[in-house]
């Protein structure tokens, strides 16, 4: 921490909070949380009619990511992208990839919208909008 410096921490979790986020929507996921009230440790992901623990077990099957689940009530309807502490650009882009690949696979985003996703997360990382 003292090498990155206290800053740049909060910089860099305010980064991964925004390019995850609009990762999100450019998924045509819906975000659990207001936009206003955006975390920067962790993006809650509503999942509609899908199961997100089926969703969650899928992405643990074939990339080895680990996404925390809804608790209580909100089990099964939302999945969490955990973004707090020690996580690097290539981490976000990695999840954003595995979801991205996961949704189309299932047929519930296209192309064009997976890649969207990409480009979007990766001008936020790289600083490009705000």
Do not use: C, W
């Not at 609009?22 to 509503?46: C, M, Q, R």
Request: hydrophobic content about 40%; glycine content about 6%.
């Amino acid at each position: 921490m003292r090498e990155e410096g206290l800053n740049n921490i909060f910089f860099r979790h305010n980064k991964h909070k925004l390019a995850m986020s609009n990762a999100v929507k450019a998924l045509n996921l819906e975000l659990f949380a207001d936009e206003k009230y955006l975390s920067p440790s962790i993006t809650a992901i509503k999942t509609g009619e899908m199961d997100a623990e089926e969703f969650r077990k899928t992405i643990k099957n074939n990339f080895d990511i680990l996404l925390a689940g809804g608790q209580d009530h909100l089990k099964g309807k939302i999945f969490r992208v955990g973004h707090l502490g020690y996580v690097n650009d290539r981490d976000i882009m990695t999840v954003v990839s595995a979801i991205s690949h996961t949704l189309l696979e299932i047929n519930k985003i296209t192309a064009q919208e997976a890649g969207d996703a990409l480009v979007v997360a990766s001008k936020y990382l790289a600083g490009k909008l705000n």
